[in-house]
């Protein structure tokens, strides 16, 4: 069983849940994202959850989908534009029953996948765990900009350890990604999980360690927090490194937001 698949359905639910009390006029709401509303982040998550499953059970045609993005700016759409497109239109309450009802359907087919089948991707093939894995990523990255614009302190359970050790694999990646060499050794983490567990993973005795929150360490990996708004500590030059420019999702080089720019709101936005 691909217990990922059931990690991203309960990450899903989550959000749902979250966003069960909002009236659909507040979908519109503009995150700290890139000015994405609540909308634009329920279509992206939607439709590449469509993508995801496609490259796993119709390669065909998930290709045909990837040529369509591809060939979408030639004919002067943004992403913004084919996600919409792709989501029928959907907004509001309705675009969450479509994306809740959806992945339901993906994670039950996943669920009994071989997790080892190497399947398509926009950037390298990778297993069906590292897809669904990455898939659950990208919910709970994104989600977190729902969260800071609602003005709600979230309280991730202990699936993130999947972000966690796609973050701890990405070490390498943050740097050839940017060109730039790889510095050995690789540090050592030290976290403490949502329910106080102790998770540790490479040499946690020696000079190169990041410790801390795990959640904070997802924050740092997935870009949605900067690393001087966390509570980790940082050991090693290595360390530094890494956590000034980590990124554990495929794509071009991404810098982190700056020092203060992604955080809860002051003030919740009304449900009604």
């Known amino acids: 069983m691909l217990s990922q698949a059931d990690d991203l359905l309960t990450e899903i639910h989550s959000i749902a849940d979250l966003l069960a009390p909002l009236a659909d006029p507040l979908f519109e709401t503009v995150t700290a994202f ?16 469509h993508a995801a499953f496609l490259s796993y ?10 040529a369509r993005v591809q060939n979408s700016g030639k004919a002067g759409q943004s992403m913004r534009d084919v996600e919409r497109e792709a989501s029928d239109g959907l907004g509001g309450q309705a675009l969450v029953r479509r994306w809740v009802a959806y992945a339901g359907e993906m994670c039950s087919a996943m669920r009994t996948a071989d997790p080892a089948k190497r399947v398509k991707w926009a ?16 919910t709970w990255a994104h989600g977190q900009e729902i969260y800071d614009v609602l003005g709600v302190e979230r309280h991730s359970g202990e699936h993130i350890r999947n972000i966690v050790v796609l ?37 946690i005795q020696g000079e190169e360690l990041v410790s801390g929150s795990a959640e904070a360490f997802c924050q740092v990996v997935t870009q949605v927090r900067n690393i001087a708004d966390t509570s980790l500590e940082v050991r090693g030059a290595n360390a530094r490194a890494w ?18 720019t992604r955080r809860i709101a002051d003030r919740q936005v009304p449900a009604r």
Request: a negative charge.
């Open 123 to 138: 950037g390298p093939d990778m297993s069906v765990r590292s897809s669904v894995s990455a898939r659950l990523m990208e």
């Open 243 to 260: 956590m000034a420019i980590a990124q554990c999702f495929a794509g071009p080089p991404n810098d982190p937001p700056g020092p203060g």
């Open 34 to 49: 890139k000015d994405w509303t609540i909308n634009d982040v329920l279509r992206h998550l939607h439709v590449w959850n």
């Open 57 to 66: 059970a119709q390669p065909e045609d998930f290709q045909a989908f990837m």
């Open 167 to 203: 973050g701890y694999n990405t070490y390498g990646w943050t740097f050839r990604n940017r060109r730039l060499a790889v510095p050995e050794p690789t540090p050592g983490l030290r976290l403490i999980s949502p329910t106080g567990e102790a998770w540790t993973y490479g040499d």
